[in-house]
């Protein structure tokens, strides 16, 4: 049984940092690509920022700039270093991994909550 665990996730000032953090556990192969969803309240759930394998990243245009996503392939653990938050950024993070081999997989964390309030 795959499961994400994310931690990392707390209050923070407006023009703060946080970094969250997603390791999993119980998978016997690489994960193609791992990232990051948001969802704030009464808002769909949107993509932050994912990594493939190959270390290509992609951003959402929102943080574009402001965060960065990185990972440890050996570890398929996941990072998002967050800097210059803003309120806007308050909203659960979710951790995701995706791929198509060796067979078709989409596994999701429980989140972690960011608030950013002063």
């Known amino acids: 049984q795959v499961q994400l665990v994310e931690s990392g996730g707390d209050l923070a000032q407006p023009g703060g940092s946080l970094r969250l953090s997603c390791v999993a556990s119980?998978?016997?192969?690489?994960?193609?690509?791992m990232g990051w969803s948001r969802q704030a309240p009464g808002k769909q759930r949107e993509s932050v920022a994912f990594?493939?394998?190959?270390?290509?990243?992609n951003y959402g245009v929102s943080v574009k700039g402001r965060f960065t996503v990185s990972r440890d392939t050996a570890k398929n653990a996941v990072y998002l270093q967050m800097d210059n938050l803003k309120p806007e950024d308050t909203a659960v993070y979710f951790c995701?991994?995706?791929?198509?081999?060796?067979?078709?997989?989409?596994?999701w964390g429980q989140g972690t909550q960011v608030t950013v309030s002063s």
């Open positions: 119980g998978s016997t192969f690489t994960f193609q690509d």
């Open positions: 990594i493939s394998d190959d270390g290509s990243a």
């Open positions: 995701r991994a995706w791929g198509i081999v060796p067979h078709e997989y989409d596994y």
